[in-house]
């Protein structure tokens, strides 16, 4: 069975860190772009960053760049988000999901397996 897992969300203040994981079951993320996206109350889902299965090339949006680390465990078959320096407007579900694609992406229209969402709350 076909399976996205994510973890590791909760309620933290601004400044504090967030390690998220999302573990795949069912299939090799060898071949998939995997990508991190977020959505907060009343907002559309954007995406926050993505890895390549192929080659771990990466990307993020302009607002978490240089707070926010997308890595991969081969071993685990786990893709990880380590978020640092939270600030409020971070805060919302976010989900992790898999595309079967050449290039990397942050359209979420581009993928097609999206795992179940963690929750992510940056509050003092």
């Known amino acids: 069975q076909v399976q996205l897992v994510e973890s590791g969300g909760g309620l933290v203040q601004p400044g504090g860190s967030l390690n998220l994981s999302c573990e795949a079951s069912?299939?090799?993320?060898?071949?998939?772009?995997i990508g991190w996206f977020r959505q907060a109350p009343g907002k559309e889902r954007e995406g926050v960053s993505c890895i390549s299965g192929r080659n771990g090339g990466t990307t993020y949006t302009h607002s978490v760049r240089g707070r926010f680390t997308i890595s991969r465990d081969y071993t685990k078959n786990t893709v990880y988000l380590q978020m640092n320096s939270l600030e409020l407007e971070d805060t919302g579900v976010y989900f992790c999901?898999?595309?079967?694609?050449?290039?990397?992406?942050?359209?979420?229209?581009?993928?097609?397996?999206w795992g179940q969402g963690t929750q992510v709350t940056v509050s003092s």
């Open positions: 069912g299939f090799s993320l060898d071949d998939y772009v």
């Open positions: 999901a898999t595309a079967r694609i050449w290039w990397r992406s942050l359209a979420p229209a581009d993928y097609q397996n």
